[in-house]
């Protein structure tokens, strides 16, 4: 095995063999779906306290035709607010409703004994103003009033399809799915990069402090050693996202088969088998049937082994070119320190692009051909989180050139000037150095 | 005597300190050959440049007669004055990784560091991890991947601090061991006793230059004054040399 294979295989091994890595990378996953859970299941279990509301109704419209939604049970009542007042117990509040409501639509207050939620409060308000609105029509004698207010009636379902520039093709997308896979990759992207640069800062103090540097390269030149470890640690982080994924889709498919109807499944299946790009407006409507096309275009999407490809495919490119930039960075950052607190004041520079770009990643989900995102996604420091973060959106293919050429120019330029002040750095104690040290090495022999 | 290393005017800057001044050396093969010198002479510095660690900026390393190349390194063991190992890493497992690093295969590899660990009665320690071990056991750890590929040239920096007294001599034993199977010896030191007992050769560095070179009767010769080994019969110990020359240059 070559010199840099056997420093690859080593920080590969040394960190894999590590319970923490077992541990971190299957208790991540269990983790965020246990986030995900919990929150959807806390949120239904707080709304879930029933709500029993007496109404004291002087104009006698309302209280009889409210109907109880949700949790929030009404109960029409003959007694006095004071009465209420005096003794409660089971209610939850008590609605009082002016005489003249039909007039003064202000006329309404809402008492309770416990704190109220601005949601509930709509809720409630929504429903009594449905209620006076349809008061108010019956007094202008319209016939056959109920049957009008059915028909008219609509609930609007937007499908979007977006136009290829070039192809003029029709492709059908889904907005919401891109914005979760945006947000993902976004975030993985963000994390992997600035975790694992940072362990690569981690790995090069702790090789210089132990002093174990000396003895490797007299054996192994300082630039195979850095390439060597930058490497190795990004074999780590492809092992960890790779379990991930098939974490996901194991889990994935299960939660389809438990939880998705068996034929909003079937519709999204005819949409995998002809690609999402060859469904047709009219293919579409036969195939989704009454459901949701958004959910059906998600679903279809994410069966569609193309489309998921490309997506990974992007991903893996810019996760290995911006790793590299900034994996060699921090690599520098640590050659030039003695212990991990006095790297402080060298990270800053490196961390705060990574920053920046979580900022432009999360502006490109709202605005993906905004000015912003498309400058930070063709800028090498930024691009890699906002670029996969506008993947999913679709982007034309000479910006994705363009980006992915500045990105390998940048990593090339940061691991040649990584490798001289590593080179430098890694045998330098005591002193800490400025920046104007750092740029001197740069020119060593 | 042929000569394995030469040094020619090699030249070495960092900043305005200039840590070798046209420094020029030649060590004779099966020599074991002292490089002394006070701290901050630059003595680890020309190691360095002899292990390729650093480049000089002027002058030039012969190995065995033509210029030193990358692939070189595989015939040269180091032990470098701060010792090192991966901590968290278990014994065998290093061992074999810095002799993969110098080009020998894991089998042969697993051979001779067997041997080499029955020989120093480390056996049971394979699957240690560095961080069990105490200092003087790290050490013994260091020196076999120090010889394991057999180099032809060995450069130890300072090897017997951290050993006591009986390990040292264990070491001591196995360097001339070595030597006496043909390998070539750089052994910098300040303990003067040590180099009277084992070296052949020296050279003394200060302020990064060689001021005083030879074989031990030669540098002896140089500084002994006639007075006194015509009184005394005795020459100066290595230890008053070493004062004398670096108090004169």
Not at chain 1, 208 to 230: D, Q, T, W
Not at chain 1, 282 to 289: C, L, N, S, T
Not at chain 1, 363 to 379: C, K, V
Not at chain 2, 238 to 247: D, G, H, Q
């Amino acid at each position: 095995m070559s010199k840099i294979g056997l420093v690859i295989r080593r920080e590969y091994y040394e960190r894999v063999r590590k319970r923490s890595f077992l541990v971190t990378t299957l208790l991540t996953p269990l983790l965020m779906v246990a986030l995900i859970v919990g929150v959807g299941w806390m949120s239904t279990k707080g709304s879930s306290e029933a709500k029993i509301i007496e109404v004291v109704d002087a104009s006698g419209l309302v209280a009889d035709r409210l109907e109880s939604v949700g949790t929030i049970t009404y109960r029409p009542s003959t007694r006095s607010l004071d009465e209420i007042r005096a003794d409660h117990g089971g209610t939850w509040g008590a609605l009082v409703i002016g005489a003249d409501i039909l007039t003064r639509s202000d006329d309404v207050q809402l008492y309770t004994w416990s704190s109220s939620t601005l949601e509930t409060e709509m809720a409630i308000a929504r429903a009594i103003s449905d209620i006076l609105e349809n008061e108010k029509l019956k007094t202008y004698d319209i016939e056959n009033l109920d049957r009008i207010l059915a028909d008219v009636r609509t609930s609007v379902t937007l499908k979007a399809f977006k136009v290829d520039g070039e192809s003029g093709e029709e492709k059908e997308s889904s907005s919401a799915l891109s914005m979760i896979l945006a947000y993902a990759f976004g975030f993985i992207m963000y994390m992997f990069v600035l975790l694992y640069g940072v362990q690569v800062m981690q790995g090069v103090i702790e090789e210089k402090n132990s002093k174990v540097l000396e003895v490797v390269v007299s054996s192994v030149r300082p630039f195979e050693l850095m390439m060597g470890k930058i490497v190795g640690i990004a074999c780590v982080a492809v092992t960890q996202f790779a379990i991930w994924v098939a974490v996901l889709a194991v889990g994935g498919m299960v939660a389809v088969n438990a939880f998705v109807p068996a034929d909003l499944m079937s519709a999204a299946q005819g949409m995998a088998g002809t690609g999402v790009a060859g469904m047709t407006p009219e293919m579409m409507a036969a195939a989704g049937g009454n459901f949701d096309p958004d959910r059906v275009v998600a679903l279809g999407s994410l069966m569609d082994a193309g489309y998921l490809g490309r997506m990974l495919a992007v991903f893996v490119v810019y996760f290995a070119g911006g790793y590299l930039l900034y994996a060699a960075a921090f690599a520098a950052v640590g050659s030039a320190v003695d212990n991990v607190q006095d790297s402080q004041q060298f990270q800053m520079p490196v961390t705060l692009p990574i920053i920046f770009g979580m900022i432009g990643m999360i502006s490109a989900m709202n605005d993906p051909n905004g000015a912003l995102a498309f400058w930070l996604s063709i800028i090498p420091f930024t691009s890699p989180m906002v670029m996969v973060a506008r993947i999913p959106y679709g982007v034309p293919g000479w910006e994705l050139a363009l980006s992915v050429a500045l990105l390998v120019a940048a990593f090339v330029v940061m691991v040649w000037l990584a490798g001289k002040i590593y080179r430098v750095g890694i045998f330098m104690y005591g002193k800490k150095p400025g920046f104007r040290e750092l740029a001197k090495w740069i020119t060593y022999r | 005597m042929s000569e394995i290393i030469r040094t020619e005017n090699v030249v070495k800057q960092f900043g305005s300190h200039r840590a070798l001044d046209e420094v020029s050396i030649s060590i004779p093969r099966g020599s074991v050959y002292g490089l002394l010198g006070p701290n901050g002479a630059g003595k680890t510095t020309l190691i360095r440049i002899i292990n390729r660690i650093t480049a000089p900026d002027s002058g030039r390393v012969m190995f065995d007669g033509r210029p030193l190349q990358a692939d070189d390194v595989a015939r040269i063991g180091y032990l470098p004055e701060e010792r090192g190992l991966y901590k968290k890493m278990k014994v065998g497992e290093q061992v074999l990784y810095f002799a993969g690093l110098k080009g020998l295969s894991r089998h042969d590899a697993t051979r001779r560091a067997r041997e080499w660990f029955t020989r120093l009665g480390i056996e049971g320690w394979w699957n240690k991890r560095v961080e069990e071990l105490s200092k003087g056991m790290a050490q013994k750890v260091q020196f076999v991947t120090t010889v394991m590929h057999r180099p032809e040239l060995l450069i130890f920096d300072e090897p017997f601090s951290g050993f006591d007294p009986l390990n040292a001599e264990i070491l001591k034993n196995e360097m001339l061991r070595l030597r006496n199977d043909g390998a070539t010896i750089i052994f910098s030191t300040h303990n003067m006793a040590s180099v009277e007992e084992v070296c052949s050769h020296i050279t003394l560095i200060n302020r990064g230059r060689a001021v005083v070179g030879g074989t031990l009767e030669e540098v002896r010769a140089q500084f002994g004054s006639v007075e006194e080994r015509v009184v005394v019969r005795q020459s100066m110990s290595m230890n008053e040399i070493f004062i004398k020359a670096v108090s004169e240059s």
